[in-house]
DNA sequence: ACGAATCGTTTAAACGTTTAAATAAAGATG
DNA sequence: CATCTTTATTTAAACGTTTAAACGATTCGT
């Protein structure tokens, strides 16, 4: 990589001292700086090409305009949605935006928040892992600003952006149940995390409160990692059980793109051999034959709000805020007992 | 945020120069340095929980570990998919991306760009823009390490990693006729992308050796920006034509999501009234009900060539490395006119 | 006309590293 | 024992900025 032009360079160039340009070229003390020297700085700037070297401005003022993400994994398109929605709201104030994946390991998640630190970024999003807390507690204290993305620790105080997952999955349920759903089942993963549990807890809830059978009997869990087999045998065990579930309530996207590939493969009738309601979104979900009904977050909201308290945290407010976001139901097909679906067979 | 340890701390602490504890903990010079004094400058590193400030080193090293990416539009599920496999390959060898979307606009990738290198990256991996050479030509000229993603410029040479284009297109088009398509219509961009136009050249290539009349005739071409609509109207006008074209190429993801769409609404027959070829991939075709016939790109691949070409270019190695990966056909249903579609009206 | 205020600019230190060169102390050589 | 080596460590400059403080030269007020 070639030398790029420094304040020295213009400064020799002009016949001034670095400190000179430097004031020019951030525009301070403009009152105290001739017309003539100014412009002849910024004339030779433009010339030369001159481009702040950020490193060693950020070595001085501790400040990089850099922002860390990290998510769980960016080929997700939930996670991919968000990034475009950070990065914007980033953009729009200045910063650039590092990313990386934690694939829901603690371990990695607490490798790239240290890479990103040393690299020098002025706060951090994040979607933690589940036991996330320690690197958390470490962020605290070494006064790094953060906010968590997509779930939080009810017990850690922190600012955090989430979907109001209890709601999410008692609206879900009752969605199902006003369609005419009797019994039904749940699918989440086998996970301590807080936002899958509210998921579960909402569902669980409506249930109740509507005096739905089943309850925990119902519900199944599946291990991220043997998504495609767990899935399969529990949608199976949910229904050939001695009183089916005649509707599936599936707590992520990737859950319902398995859950989805095992219905079309034992060509299962949606909805009339069973009613389908993810909660979280994906473009594949309108193009099955029967749309599936889900429940939408609002990323735009979530991405924007996230990067805006993160700004503001780094800037100055070193407020806590923690942000519940509304879930949206959409209903599509999937889940209308009475709907009769063009698949024929 | 809270002043971190530096070499200095460790140095007081030890009763030694900056100097040494900098060679200790990078373990150089290690056969000079008493083994006591290295312990304890370790034991103190760690104690005070020391990490490297990237910035300082990077200033005077002129090396951050940090590799900038520029895609179209991360939220698309092929940029997120490559930025993944480009996020793995990078941290491999210790490196970790800055971001950036560019929104296929010359004036947000050179931004994108500058940005990056003001901020010391040690390369660029970029999906260019249409008009992006000038920007390149800055590149090369500034000696700014970079390899082009899944397109480039024939007239320009410059490493990259990109589909066989020609070939995607040609495989596409002779799988139609092999599987009884007469007439064959595309849908691209209204562009002057070469990896687009290659796309084109292919399917023209192929009906002419196979004789297959039409030609141009059948090439529809959208903007980026009016996406639904134009996709809607071409699509009406190829069926509707006064001799309707019976097979469609549909040059991109999106261009297919909207084809989809529009389709459903239609309740064209997918493919009795219409076969579908898509060059490129998302998950969502396959939960189309005749899922989708397509041409893969080789991901994996492409993000890791292109990462280690740039990693190699930025150690030492100069050479210009061009490559082109070759596509995969996946048949599925969409595009075989024998198959009758489980949709029934 | 003299000290004070103002003006335009420079000096110099600092941010946290790296690294060539210098240095002091100890050991080997003849 | 004088000299040369080796060993272990330090010195000091540098990377490219920022910024408080200092500076000399004008201009001002009385």
Redesign the interface.
């Known amino acids: 990589?070639?030398k790029?032009t420094s304040l020295k360079d213009i400064a020799t160039r002009v016949g001034v001292s670095t400190a000179l340009v430097s004031y020019v070229l951030n525009n301070q003390k403009e009152d105290r700086i001739s017309k003539e020297v100014a412009a002849r700085i910024k004339a030779v700037a433009k010339e030369l090409n001159y481009?702040?070297?950020?490193?060693?401005k950020?070595?001085k003022t501790?400040k990089?305009f850099?922002i860390g993400l990290i998510v769980a994994?960016?080929?997700?398109?939930f996670?991919?949605?968000l990034?475009?929605?950070i990065?914007d709201e980033a953009?729009k104030n200045g910063y650039?935006?590092?990313?990386?994946?934690s694939d829901e390991n603690d371990i990695k998640l607490r490798k790239l928040a240290?890479?990103?630190?040393?690299?020098?970024v002025d706060g951090l999003i994040l979607a933690p892992t589940e036991n996330a807390i320690e690197l958390l507690l470490e962020l605290k204290?070494?006064?790094?600003?953060f906010v968590l993305l997509d779930r939080y620790f009810p017990q850690f105080r922190s600012s955090y952006v989430a979907l109001d997952n209890f709601q999410a999955g008692y609206m879900a349920t009752e969605h199902a149940i006003e369609s005419g759903g009797k019994r039904i089942g749940m699918i989440n993963f086998r996970s301590t995390h807080f936002h899958l549990e509210e998921r579960t807890r909402g569902w669980l809830s409506a249930l109740r409160e509507h005096k739905i059978p089943g309850g925990k009997k119902q519900l199944r869990l599946v291990r991220e990692h043997h998504l495609e087999s767990e899935v399969q045998k529990t949608v199976n065990s949910l229904l050939s059980q001695q009183e089916p579930v005649d509707t599936l309530l599936l707590a992520s996207n990737m859950i319902a793109?398995h859950a989805?590939?095992y219905i079309?493969e034992k060509r299962l009738k949606v909805p009339k051999d069973i009613a389908i309601i993810v909660i979280d979104e994906?473009?594949?979900?309108?193009?099955?034959?029967a749309p599936l009904t889900f429940i939408r977050q609002p990323l735009q909201e979530m991405g924007q709000t996230a990067t805006r308290i993160l700004l503001d945290n780094i800037s100055h407010n070193k407020a806590v805020s923690q942000v519940n976001l509304s879930p949206e139901l959409v209903v599509k097909k999937s889940s209308l007992h009475h709907y009769s679906s063009?698949?024929?067979?």
Chains 1, 2 share one sequence.
């Open positions: 990589m070639k790029r481009r702040t070297n950020q490193i060693a950020g070595l501790s990089t850099t994994d960016i080929s997700n398109s996670s991919a949605s990034a475009r929605i990065e953009d650039t935006v590092l990313f990386g994946s240290h890479e990103m630190i040393n690299r020098g204290e070494t006064e790094v600003p793109i989805l590939r079309i994906t473009e594949a979900f309108e193009f099955f034959y063009p698949l024929k067979r």
